[in-house]
T-cell receptor
Framework: DAKTTQPPSMDCAEGRAANLPCNHS???????VYWYRQIHSQGPQYIIH???NNETNEMASLIITEDRKSSTLILPHATLRDTAVYYC??????????FGQGTILTVHP | DTGVSQDPRHKITKRGQNVTFRCDPI?????LYWYRQTLGQGPEFLTY????????KSRLLSDRFSAERPKGSFSTLEIQRTEQGDSAMYLC?????????????FGPGTRLTVT
């Protein structure tokens, strides 16, 4: 699986959009971009995934650049409960997940 | 609650003792994964099963570690002769393949402290 690069930490004000970037310049054609998050003392939670097109679900939006070398996870209206570690993972859709260090997102009032 | 349960949630043991953890996946899921997470790090893959078959093991899984999924349902992870370096959160996840998302559902983890 390709490696990813994420900023170690980010801050966001409650109610504002949180935009979390991820670089994955060595992604190959059959690899998807997955996002998981981990709230303190809990197991990771799936958020969203995509291959080429932008995706949206009830939790977030995923914007993937045309060359697929980077992506952005968008939480449109961040709440205090969105404070967590966010992991960007490039994955072939089956088998193990390879987690990096992730981005610690802190949402403040 | 994702539907994946792990038992116990916390375990404190003395160095040299054996410990066993249990994971109950979502009932229709055919894949079951074990990960380990140390403080400040992302989870690291240990092993996974498809039904009863153990399909991949990480180099992290030394010969003191063994995992089973005897009937393709629950799984156990045993650590023999525990060492202080085994102190970590042990996470279990399950998934259904093939599936449209291949999402892995994680349990709450078992936190192991070796004293």
């Amino acid at each position: 699986d390709a490696k990813t690069t994420q900023p170690p930490s980010m801050d966001c004000a409650e109610g504002r959009a949180a935009n979390l970037p991820c670089n994955h310049s060595t992604i190959s054609g059959n690899e998807y971009v997955y996002w998981y998050r981990q709230i303190h003392s809990q197991g990771p939670q799936y958020i969203i995934h995509g291959l080429k097109n932008n995706e949206t679900n009830e939790m977030a939006s995923l914007i993937i650049t045309e060359d697929r070398k980077s992506s952005t996870l968008i939480l449109p209206h961040a709440t205090l409960r969105d404070t967590a570690v966010y992991y960007c993972i490039v994955h072939t859709s089956y088998g193990k997940l390879t987690f990096g260090q992730g981005t610690i997102l802190t949402v403040h009032p | 609650d994702t539907g994946v349960s792990q038992d116990p949630r916390h375990k404190i043991t003395k160095r040299g003792q054996n410990v066993t953890f249990r994971c109950d996946p979502i009932s229709e899921h055919n894949r079951l994964y074990w990960y380990r997470q140390t403080l400040g790090q992302g989870p690291e893959f240990l092993t996974y099963f498809q039904n009863e078959a153990q399909l991949e093991k990480s180099r992290l899984l030394s010969d003191r570690f063994s995992a089973e999924r005897p009937k393709g349902s629950f799984s156990t992870l045993e650590i023999q002769r525990t060492e202080q370096g085994d102190s970590a959160m042990y996470l279990c996840a399950s998934s259904l393949v093939p599936d449209s998302s291949y999402e892995q559902y994680f349990g709450p983890g078992t936190r192991l402290t070796v004293t």
